[in-house]
T-cell receptor, first 115, second 113 residues
Framework: DGGITQSPKYLFRKEGQNVTLSCEQN?????MYWYRQDPGQGLRLIYY???????QKGDIAEGYSVSREKKESFPLTVTSAQKNPTAFYLC??????????????FGPGTRLTVL | GNSVTQMEGPVTLSEEAFLTINCTYT??????LFWYVQYPGEGLQLLLK?????DKGSNKGFEATYRKETTSFHLEKGSVQVSDSAVYFC????????????FGTGTRLLVSP
């Protein structure tokens, strides 16, 4: 079955540590996205990528980094510079890229807790 | 800038009641509009969408009509079930930039038997 997988489902981190969240898709989609979800708020865009080896900052990119070395993979690193990293992180993909009416497909999410 | 405003929840209903969740938007140009649903501990699933004015999106008994004159995209269902309990997000896709979604804050629906 085609879809998006995120791992791990739950992640705990000590303050000052970097951590990387995995996102893999086998939908052959060009575009991939990372969102952050906080209680009582909508989703906010962290980074997005339209094509391999290219990515752009979203609305809240500070303290995060990404890479897009393969079409199917878009890992997100939460760095120690992120002031309040505890949140639910969602990865999404879509194709073809750039079409406003196309659906984004979401993964199951990773819940990150900083101890 | 682009924004989406949803009614605050939670919305609490009895099974078989009529549901309306209000959504209004502000956007330049003509965005596409979406309703996504999120069940506890899961990612989002597309519920329905509309891509131009007067389009009606529908799925699983839910429907919403793209009203350009009132900049609204209200979600409705004639008879809710306990299994409809979830958080519902209204979103728009910016037509002037890359395919970025702008989300509302979400509305939690609780349906009791």
């Amino acid at each position: 079955d085609g879809g998006i997988t995120q791992s791990p489902k739950y992640l705990f981190r000590k303050e000052g540590q970097n951590v990387t969240l995995s996102c893999e898709q086998n939908l052959n989609h060009d575009a991939m996205y990372w969102y952050r979800q906080d209680p009582g708020q909508g989703l906010r865009l962290i980074y997005y990528s339209q094509i391999v080896n290219d990515f752009q900052k979203g609305d809240i990119a500070e303290g995060y980094s990404v890479s897009r070395e393969k079409k199917e993979s878009f890992p997100l690193t939460v760095t120690s510079a992120q002031k309040n990293p505890t949140a639910f992180y969602l990865c999404a993909s879509s194709s073809p890229s750039g079409r406003a009416y196309n659906e984004q497909f979401f993964g199951p999410g990773t819940r990150l807790t900083v101890l | 800038g682009n924004s989406v405003t949803q009614m605050e929840g939670p919305v609490t209903l009895s099974e078989e009641a009529f549901l309306t969740i209000n959504c209004t938007y502000t956007a330049t140009g003509y965005p596409s509009l979406f309703w996504y649903v999120q069940y506890p501990g899961e990612g989002l699933q597309l519920l329905l969408k509309a891509t131009k004015a007067d389009d009606k999106g529908s799925n699983k008994g839910f429907e919403a009509t793209y009203r350009k004159e009132t900049t609204s995209f209200h979600l409705e269902k004639g008879s809710v079930q306990v299994s409809d309990s979830a958080v519902y997000f209204c979103a728009l896709s910016d037509p002037t930039g890359f395919q970025k979604l702008v989300f509302g804050t979400g509305t939690r629906l609780l349906v009791s038997p």
